[in-house]
Each structure stands twice: as structure tokens, then as C-alpha cells.
């Protein structure tokens, strides 16, 4: 216990008499109150209790219908104005206000119809252009945006557009010069986090959002982008750690953005509950569709992922490159050229852009259109400029030694080979396969036989046993090639097994003679000619055994 203190706990004040306190406590809050302090929540319980009084005045819709909109529910904003326009009397730009909520509620060509009742004004112009972007219609686009005018709001919406259609660092200079005349418009540092998150430049995001962060710590969209931030910069743990602290302090009524969080909270918890999370959300949030699609692809469901994307018109990077992945998937998996030639046309769109060439997405796209095309040269130039920044990835590791080992650097591709800690990656036919070949061009065939032996018997056992037969003999690593040849011929009686496995065994004999293999290696080789009942054999071993006589060698 302090049983003294230098300073007092509490300042003195002077009591705040009864009668005041009690009045202050019987005063109604005022409706500017809530709309200052951004408590739109308060708002509506106020407008809603005077609704219930009687006070139902045409201003009092309309402050409702524009709370619920702040608020997010844009079903009751827009029942609010639908209920306002049965009035013939009421306001053209209700029209207008309606419109914007049929626009956010992905009501499209009603927000259009709508929008057009309204007088032609600014608000009119803005909604106008931003439907045309919807539409796709480019014509009607360049139209509206020839009535934009040099007005903050108007500069705003322009940004917007140039966020959408992916030009960022457009999009950046508007927000900026806005910036610089009004340096209390903080909430466009957002939008400029936002535009440089989606350069990959996080760590500057991170800084131009905590301008705004310092002043609304609670604001659900920037904590969302920090959340994202820290995912991209350190880890899916960290991002979780954000938004947790964020649904800590909203309140259960508040549902605003409840949806992307949602989803957020799956991709940083690497895909757990992807399934129940992602599918109501296809139609809701963009990127639902495309992380469902990287669900089922890491899941090896590759026909779930094709049929997810085969009926998206890719119009973002990040569409075209999962429609060039989900293609060469199923591609490889079917054999089907069409899909790989698909796959290397939408890897080279994104690899050959002006806005993408010089992203990694973009090295990797032509990385992987090259590999396709087997022209293993270039997809090194192109690996080899990214390499750094995955340094410890099993996927880029794997697709790198691939292409090491095609274009002959075996020394390298082992290496890397090695490097890989991905069980699933580790057992399959084409890592092991390339890590014999690696073992045998680099001389130590002993670890490619070993490879083999660790193998069940199975297709691929057989095929990396051709390999190494193949590989070994042509490298003049005889006694291992006429060890893989024997255990072929045993397996299928093809003369041409016999052919290699008697060439490897003469080799083995000639290096002997030479010095060049060890003398203990007779005794093996005369047992694997044993194996054969061929005519030849016993010439060949008559042979061998009168030199070993020759030379003292025990067989």
C-alpha cells in the first residue's frame, strides 16, 4: 500500500451540482451529435424513437435512409427511399439516393434506371460513370468521364475508377495532389495505403495508413488493410492478431464489413473454413471466388477450381493468372494440349504487359509461359531475377530445379533439389526422377540406386529404374546401369533389357581392365549374367573367368 503520495490520484473539481447533473441527464442527444461522432447507430435509434413519436417529417427519412447507408445496410436505406418516393411530391434526387443504394447492393441495372429519373447533376454523372465501368461499356464510360470537372469529389470518383481498372499509381497522383490542398482529408490516406498494398509496396501502405490510424484507431476498413499489411509482411498470425482487437471493440449490432472480415479471417487462417466461408460470398466479395479456386487447387480438386473459373472473363492480373494456373492443372492432369496451350497465352498476356513485366507475378508468368513451351533458357532468366525473394519457397524451388536441371546445370538443380522440405513434393515421380538424374550427371549413381531401392514396386519404380538404367549407362557408370537392367529384365523379359544390361556388364569388365572399377565387382556382374538364360552368358563369362585366371582375381 502507498501510505503517501507526492501528487494527489485525482484532481480537485468542483462538484457538479445535483439539479445540473440531473438536467444533463434528461436532455435528448441531438441528431448532429451522432452524425459528428460518426455513430450512426445512435443516429438511427434517435430517428427511429421519434418515427414512433410521430415525427416521421420528410427530413427525418431522409437522415434514416442516410444512416442505414453509412451504417452499411443498404437494404433498409433503400426501403426507406422506395417508401419516400411513393410520395409524388418528393424529392427528384431521392432518385438519385436510391440509385446508390441499389449500386452497392450489386443491383446494377436498376441502380442505372434509377439514376436516370434523377436530375442531371453532378452526383447523376459520378453513378452514371462508375455503372458504365460495371457494364463494361467503354464508350459510355469515356462519355461521363468528359462531364467530370475539377471538384474533389469528382477527382475522388475518377481515382476510384483508376483503382478498379488497376491503374494504381494514377490513382496515387490524384489522391495525392488532393493531399496536398487539404491535408485534413485523412481518410484518403486510405485510399492511397490501398493503392500501394495493391503494388506489393506493404511497408509503405503501412506508413501512409497509420496517418489515419492515429486518429480513428477503430475505423473497420483501415484496420482490415493493416490486418492485410502484416499478413503480406510477416505472417497470417499477425494478421489475425489485428482484426481480433478490432472485434473486440465493435459492438454486436455493428455489421459493417462483417463479410470481408470474414472472408480475411480465412485466407489468414491459410484456408480453415474456406468451405463454408468462401461460397455465399462468390457473388459478394471478388476475391472469394479467386481463394475458393486456391483452396481447391492446393486441395488437388483441380476440376472444382476449372469449374469455378471457366465462366470469369479475367479483367485483373490476378484472374488471368489462376485462369492460366487452373488451365496448365488440368492440362497436365488430362494431357490435354488445348488447356496448356490456354495456360501459356494467359501467362504470357500478364508476363508481357506494360503495368506487369516488371512485378514477380509478372517474371513468374513468363517464367511459366517459357516453361511450357519447354524453352528452358528463358525461363531461367527469369527465375533467376526473383530467386531472391524465395529463397526457402518448396514451389518456386521446385519449378527452379526443374528448369536447372532441363537446361543441364545438374550440380545446381541438386542443390536446390535439396533445399525442398515438402513431403508430398519429396515422393512424387517427377522430384525423384529429377534427383537421380541430378546424382547421376554429377557422378554419385550409388545415391540415384538408393533412391530406387526406398521405392515400392509400382510404375513409377519401374520408370525411374529405365532412367537410371539409361542415364547411368550413358555416363559410363556401367556397374549400376547392369544392376538397373537386371532387376528391368527380370521385371519384362524385353531383349532390349538384355542388350543393355550385357553392354553394361562388358563395360564393367573394360573398366575393371582399366583399373578404373574395383576387382570385388567381377563376382557381381558374373551373377547378374546368371540372371539370363541366354546363349551369350556363358561366352561372356568363359571369358571373364580366364582373365580373372589370368590376373589372379577371385570369382
Sequence with gaps: MMLSRAKPAVAPSNPVPAAEAAEAKKKVPKLETFITNR?????VTLLEFLKASGKNDVDNMLWLAYSFFHLG???KAMETYQVMLLD??????VHLYLACCYFFLGMYKEADEEAQRGPTCKLQNRLLFHLSHKFNDEKRLMGYHQNLQDVIEDQLSLASIHYLRSHYQEAIDIYKRILLEN???LAINVYVAMCYYKLDYYDVSQEVLSVYLQHYPDSVIATNLKACNHFRLYNGKAAE??????SERMSHTFRFAEDLIRHNLVVFRNGEGALQVFPPLLDVIPEARLNLVIYHLRNDDIVSAFNLMKDVEPSTPQEYILKGIVNACLGQEQESREHLKIAQQYFQLVGGSASECDTIPGRQCMASCFFLLKQFED???????IKGYFYNDDVFNYNYAQAKVAAGAFEEGEEILLMIQNEK????????SHLARCYIMNKKPRLAWELYLKMETSSESFSLLQLIANDCYKMGQYYFASKAFDVLERLDPNPEFWEGKRGACIGVFKQIIAGDESKESFRDIIALLRNTSNPQVEYIIRVMKKYAKENRINV
Design 241 to 246: 492478431n489485428e482484426l481480433k482487437t478490432l
Design 88 to 93: 409524388t411530391n418528393c424529392d427528384s434526387l
Design 39 to 43: 455513430d450512426y447507430v445512435g443516429a
Design 425 to 432: 513434393f519429396k515422393n512424387e515421380y517427377a522430384y525423384l
Design 73 to 75: 445496410d443498404y437494404r
Design 183 to 185: 491535408r485534413d482529408f
Design 379 to 385: 525461363v531461367l532468366i527469369y527465375l533467376n531475377s
